[in-house]
């Protein structure tokens, strides 16, 4: 399977790479956008693997990456 | 019986009709999480599921639902299948007193057959990867045991940690990773990175049934998880060394997984369907970078599904966080006679207890919210009579309908602990808690009427006991 999707179905970045291909050839596809970290297969159904079709509720946008928690904080370094 | 690896204990929940194998091939995804979830839906004693027919993998084997019923703790715990839960949760009290049973050190782990290291590590051909639910951000492990030593103190034994955690599979060698502020990893990440080093990890997966209880036990920061399964198999538990970090890990696992926990590093993770039955995340979460594999020839791949409860999450969690409270309340209150924890990780804790005077079954309550696992959980306790079986929900329902007086016997204290995860907690991480006292008020707290309840006749005990065992002799 050549063929990437022209976008992240999360958060439509445009960098999606390949991580794993199916030990069958040509089965399907495990694909990654390069800024949400997004991993999906690709025969999974289109409401995971869809821009059009991925839920309003589970979309990123750059803010929420960049404001994103951290979860520990990073604490400060003892000098 | 002490299984000391997966793959014998499957063998046993085969024989015991507690294993179902599906051979007719499937989808890696919705499949895998869907079958998972149903069995969570069809009563509580499923059957764990074994899958060999994956589409798009030549040679996956997949476990899932392993502890997720009853009949299938009571197996890994060495019990018959139909032990009732409370005699379960007391038998694990009762194995507990003989912590810690020293393990013991095997050479020969079956893990050592295959080894990858370093650029030519690749978790997706060594695991059939998949996801969970809908919303996840991508293929997780969340049933490894997961190994830490405390940086300043990396000799001591006890002090090394072996813990659940969620784990996101964001490459063929990296990994994001969730230790939650309470836990015990975290305390050693944070020591790690206050001098701006990295943490060597070790992560085991496919683990012997009784080392998949410990590790998702609330236990003290410096007792060993290890001890601990000694005592609850009755026999020592098996470990080996892990040949890159030199970290103590299970004799028995089906792969075992090292590198370290990059120091200072944040990165995009999840969301996941977590055991509240909420997505949380996404947040910025430490990342692992892998450096070695181990894994035995044609491993078995463990994976737990959890979302909206009952999931296996709850029957593996539910009675080893049961305990931890019933013997940290015993220990200054002999009156506690049984705790049900068993609700979202005791985010909800039912207690029975006898009386010493008017308002001690109110200090129980609060005293659970200040043990090690309250700070992080126990966000509602409801109290009820010695003679209420926490675990029999319409007998507590019954307590809270007849003894509350609302304005008395709730009482909210804003502002305390909890796990960031805690859907209702504002901000994350900060809830107000609540305890529902349904226990008979006993002087000097002389309120209400309840001085003619009404008991079971003398002879009901016997006659239920005559009737159960005409119902069974008839099955
Ligand atoms: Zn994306």
Redesign the pocket.
């Known amino acids: 399977m050549s063929n990437l999707p022209a976008d ?1 179905p ?4 445009e960098t999606v790479t390949r991580l794993a291909t199916s030990p069958v050839p040509g089965v399907w596809d495990v694909l990654q ?1 390069d ?4 991993t999906w297969r690709t025969t999974e159904p289109a409401r995971r693997t869809r821009r059009d079709a991925f839920p309003e509720n589970f979309k ?1 946008t750059p803010a929420d990456i960049a404001n994103a928690i951290e979860v520990p904080e990073v604490p400060p370094l003892l000098t | 019986m002490a299984y000391d690896d997966l793959r014998s204990f499957l063998d046993t929940l085969d024989k015991q009709g507690q294993l179902l194998r599906i051979t007719d091939e499937v989808l890696p995804e919705p499949d895998l999480a869907a079958a998972a979830n149903a069995t969570g839906r069809i009563g509580e004693n499923a059957p764990a599921l074994y899958f060999d027919n994956v589409k798009g993998f030549t040679d996956a084997r997949i476990a899932m639902n392993v502890h997720g019923s009853w009949a299938n703790h009571a197996l890994a715990l060495g019990l018959p299948r139909n032990t009732p839960v409370k005699e379960q949760v007391e038998e694990f009290a009762r194995r507990w007193d003989a912590f810690p049973v020293a393990p013991e050190r095997r050479e020969d782990a079956p893990w050592r057959e295959n080894t990858q290291e370093g650029d030519d590590v690749d978790l997706f051909s060594v695991l059939p990867l998949f996801r969970l639910n809908d919303g996840d951000g991508g293929f997780y492990l969340d049933k490894a045991a997961v190994v830490s030593r405390d940086p300043e103190d990396p000799g001591h034994f006890g002090k090394q940690n072996v813990g659940t955690y969620r784990i996101q599979v964001i490459g063929a060698n990296r990994l994001a990773f969730q230790p939650v502020p309470m836990h015990d990893v975290a305390q050693h990440l944070r020591k790690a990175e206050e001098k701006g080093e990295d943490l060597p990890i070790a992560i085991t997966l496919g683990n012997d049934p009784v080392m998949a209880i410990v590790a998702g036990m609330p236990m003290a920061y410096d007792h060993s998880e290890y001890e601990m399964a000694g005592a609850l198999r009755g026999a020592p538990a098996p470990i080996a060394t892990a040949p890159l970090t030199g970290f103590d890990v299970p004799w028995g696992s089906e792969v075992v997984i090292e590198g370290v926990i990059e120091s200072r590093k944040r990165q995009i993770e999840g969301p996941f369907g977590e055991f509240t039955g909420h997505y949380s995340g996404g947040r910025r979460m430490p990342v692992i970078r892998v450096d070695r594999v181990s894994f035995r020839t044609n491993p078995v791949f463990e994976s737990l599904y959890i979302g909206m409860p009952w999931t296996e999450c709850d029957y593996l969690v539910g009675p080893n966080t049961c305990v931890p409270l019933l013997k940290q309340l015993r220990a200054e209150f002999p009156e506690v006679k049984a705790v049900n924890a068993m609700y979202t990780h005791g985010l909800l804790v039912i207690i029975s207890t006898a009386k010493r005077y008017g308002g001690f079954a109110k200090a129980v309550g609060m005293r659970a919210m200040t043990t090690p696992h309250g700070l992080g959980y126990v966000a509602q306790v409801i109290l009820v009579d010695e003679d209420v079986d926490p675990f029999n929900l319409p007998q507590v329902m019954w307590a809270m309908s007849a003894k509350v007086n609302p304005k008395d016997d709730v009482v909210v204290i804003p502002n305390l602990s909890v796990v960031e995860l805690a859907p209702a907690a504002q901000p994350a991480g900060i809830t107000s808690k609540m305890i529902i006292d349904a226990t008979t008020p006993v002087s000097p707290d002389g309120r209400g009427n309840f001085s003619t309840p009404a008991k079971d006749l003398p002879e009901t005990a016997q006659w239920a006991a005559r009737l159960q065992g005409m119902l069974a002799g008839r099955a």
């Open positions: 992240c999360r958060c439509a970045f956008c800024r949400c970290l997004y990123l």
